[in-house]
Nanobody, 115 residues
Framework: QVQLVESGGGLVQPGDSLRLSCAASGSGFSRYAMGWYRQTPGKQREFLAIISRSDSTNYVESVKGRFTISRDNAKNTVYLQMNSLKPEDTALYYC?????????WGRGTQVTVSS
């Protein structure tokens, strides 16, 4: 089992950058594909990015070129570097760990982009 704790959210202005972190506790971090999602009130949770065990990545079209997912297996941490933030990026951002045996979610970190 994996416990996930997101951090790094906050209030920023349009055009700013932010780096989210997701620290995992428990065993086997390197065996999980790790992803980032976000959700706004009244909407479904939206996939943003995923990084596989072999470090291949995939992004939703709306964040390609602006967001970068990475992982540090030695620190059991996955990151989401977010650049050129827009007001529409405002959301609660969640970390996800996925393996053939199941998936786990963190509780989220709030990102607010506003002038």
């Amino acid at each position: 089992q994996v416990q996930l704790v997101e951090s790094g959210g906050g209030l920023v202005q349009p055009g700013d950058s932010l780096r989210l972190s997701c620290a995992a506790s428990g065993s086997g971090f390197s065996r999980y594909a790790m992803g980032w999602y976000r959700q706004t009130p009244g909407k479904q949770r939206e996939f943003l990015a995923i990084i596989s065990r072999s470090d291949s990545t995939n992004y939703v079209e709306s964040v390609k070129g602006r967001f970068t997912i990475s992982r540090d297996n030695a620190k059991n941490t996955v990151y989401l570097q977010m650049n050129s933030l827009k007001p529409e990026d405002t959301a609660l951002y969640y970390c996800n760990a996925r393996s053939p045996s199941g998936q786990y979610w963190g509780r989220g970190t709030q990102v607010t982009v506003s002038s």
